[in-house]
């Protein structure tokens, strides 16, 4: 299975963007301060990326119930005016 990342639209040039992504661990602390960003910031989910050493996932949007999105284990997102990229990754590493 190769790794691959599937965008939502044309794939976004992030040069010179801040990436921001969770450390796994108790509590899922980092993940969570990650859901903050990725609710309080004006961001866009622009791709999900998909990698044999994740376990695969996929739920429903914990940010617009009202949408008929899926989440999955690991998801970018952009936020252009503040030229910050966010992943975030909602699945553990499988150890081989």
């Known amino acids: 299975m190769e790794d ?15 990436l921001i992504l969770p450390s796994l661990s108790v509590g899922n602390v980092g993940q969570l301060a ?4 990725i609710n309080n910031l004006n961001v866009k989910n622009v791709a999900h990326i998909h990698h044999y050493g994740l376990f695969p996932f996929i739920g429903a949007d914990p940010f617009d119930k009202n949408q008929m999105k899926l989440t999955t284990s690991c998801q970018l997102y952009v936020c252009e005016d503040k030229k910050i990229a966010i992943i975030q990754q909602r699945s553990p590493i499988i150890l081989s």
């Open 4 to 18: 691959y990342v599937i965008w939502d639209q044309k794939p976004i040039n992030l040069e010179n963007f801040t």
């Open 34 to 37: 990650v859901d903050l960003l």
